[in-house]
Every structure is written in structure tokens, then in C-alpha cells.
């Protein structure tokens, strides 16, 4: 028996129409929960909502909100406390790369709120509600860059840089009291991240099996790095001063947001 189940089977799947985001509303789909779908992009998110209910009669409930925008945030929390949800994924995010002061400034102050201050504002109104003491499990998302700081997306690492400390933080707090948090920590993964940071995702993995892998630590560990790249690069960094861990992933990020340039 999948140790997730013993949520109450309903979640919340924020960045829900593609990667690892998609992923994880298709293996809670196949187990059984409901869920409530929130992204950008309302015409994939009802492709998915036929497709789930259509394939494995769970009721999907759509709502298309953008997470950078404070007022679709609070409707998010509004949703939040008409409904008992026992698992909360919060993968929306995106990034960038570059030079920090060649990008658009407004496009990494909304990386921030989105990739930092939305998970905050929801993390909180989740685990407040959880009065009764019941299973709960939220999942957030940091990254493989996220240990130390990364020239040329120094903003997106930061970000989760910022979501992987909350996750330590919050894991040790809730522990005991019922709720399991877990941060978890991929390389590159296919989906749209790549064109919209501007990044040559090469040696990307697929996010597929991404959330199978994930709940299944859910509960015994703060941190899952799924996928080879992922563990590969993050224990052979992990012994290296951070100093010298900075200056290896300025070498890899560069080849990613410049290529041969």
C-alpha cells in the first residue's frame, strides 16, 4: 500500500499543466484523489481535467489563476478553508537566466513573489487550518541549485535557496504534530521552465515517475533529489566549500543560459 494514501484524498496541485507539476496531479489521480488543478493556462488544465476524470473517475476542479498576482493568491487561500485538503504541492515557479542587470527587473521581483512569497502566504494558511490534527503533507519545491549561490540565475536560486531552509525549518516544526513537509530538489527537467528562463536544458530528465519517487519519501525525509543528475551533481558538490561549489555551477550554468556563445 502506497504510504500517501493515508491522506485525506484530496490535494492541491499548483504548476499542475506541465512537469513535474502534471506529474504529481496524474500519480494522485491514479491513487484516488480529487483534486483542485491551479495554473496559467486554463485550456490545458481542462484537457487534463477530461483526461483524469474521464480515465479515473476522480473529480478535478480546475482554477486558473496566476500566482505573481497577490488578489489570485488570496482566492487561492479562500479555497483553502472551504475545503479539508490532505496533500498541498506547490510546484509553480519559474526562473531565469542571464547577467542579473541585463534582465527584466519586474520579472525577477514576480519570481520572487511567485517562487517565494505565494508559498509563504499558502504554506501558512495550510497548516494553520490543520486544527484537528490530521495526516497532512506538503510538498514544496526547491532545486539542484538551490545549495549555494549560482551566477547567471542568481535570483531563481536564491528563490530556492529560500524554499529549501523553509522546508528544513518547517519539517522539524511539524514533525510531531501530524503534518509532513518535504522539499524536493530536482536537476533539469523537461517542461516549459527552459524556454521561459531562457536556458539550454540539455541532459534534462523527464519529470515522469518524478511524484511517485517523491511521496513515496514523503513522511521519512526532508530533502528528495530525484533523478541521476540531481544526486550526482548534489553529493559530489555537497563535500566542496561553497566557495568552490559556486564557481563549478557558474561553469555549468553558463553553458546553459549562454550555450556556445
Known amino acids: 500500500m502506497n504510504t500517501y494514501l493515508k491522506y485525506n484524498r484530496l490535494a ?26 491551479v495554473a ?11 483526461e483524469f476524470e474521464t480515465n479515473f473517475g476522480i473529480q478535478v476542479t480546475v482554477f486558473p489563476k496566476d ?12 479555497v483553502i ?38 508559498v ?28 549555494q549561490g549560482v551566477p547567471w540565475t542568481a535570483t531563481y536560486a536564491a528563490t530556492k535557496a529560500f524554499i529549501q531552509s523553509f522546508a528544513e525549518g518547517l519539517y522539524w516544526e511539524y514533525k510531531k504534530s501530524g503534518v509532513d513537509v518535504i ?10 521552465f527552459g524556454d521561459r528562463a531562457g536556458m539550454f536544458m540539455g541532459n534534462a530528465q523527464s519529470p515522469e515517475g518524478i511524484a511517485k519517487i ?11 533529489r530525484p533523478g541521476f543528475l540531481s544526486k550526482f551533481l548534489g553529493y559530489s558538490l555537497l563535500s566542496l566549500p561553497r566557495n568552490l561549489r559556486t564557481f563549478l555551477m557558474k561553469q555549468i550554468m553558463g553553458k546553459m543560459v549562454f550555450g556556445n556563445k
Not at 92 to 101: E, I, N, Q, Y
Not at 214 to 224: A, D, F, Y
Open 40 to 50: 496559467r493556462d486554463v485550456q490545458k488544465l481542462k484537457w487534463i481535467k477530461t
Open 183 to 192: 522539499s524536493v530538489a530536482p536537476g533539469p527537467v523537461q517542461s516549459g
Open 12 to 37: 492541491l496541485v499548483t504548476g499542475a499543466s506541465s512537469g513535474i507539476g502534471k506529474d504529481f496531479a496524474y500519480e494522485l489521480a491514479k491513487n484516488g484523489f480529487s483534486l483542485y488543478l
Open 67 to 78: 500566482l505573481t498576482k497577490e488578489e489570485d493568491v488570496d482566492d487561492l487561500l479562500k
Open 214 to 224: 517523491v511521496l513515496k519519501k514523503l513522511g521519512k525525509t526532508v530533502t528528495v
Open 120 to 147: 509563504v502566504k499558502i504554506s501558512h494558511h495550510f497548516l494553520k487550518k490543520n486544527i484537528k490534527g490530521e495526516r497532512k503533507g506538503l510538498i514544496l519545491f526547491g532545486s539542484l541549485v538551490g545549495f
Open 81 to 118: 478553508d472551504l475545503n479539508d485538503f490532505g496533500l498541498m504541492v506547490l510546484a509553480a515557479g519559474f526562473g531565469s537566466g542571464g547577467k542579473f542587470d541585463s534582465l527584466d527587473i519586474e520579472n525577477e521581483a514576480s519570481m520572487v513573489d511567485l517562487n517565494c512569497k505565494s
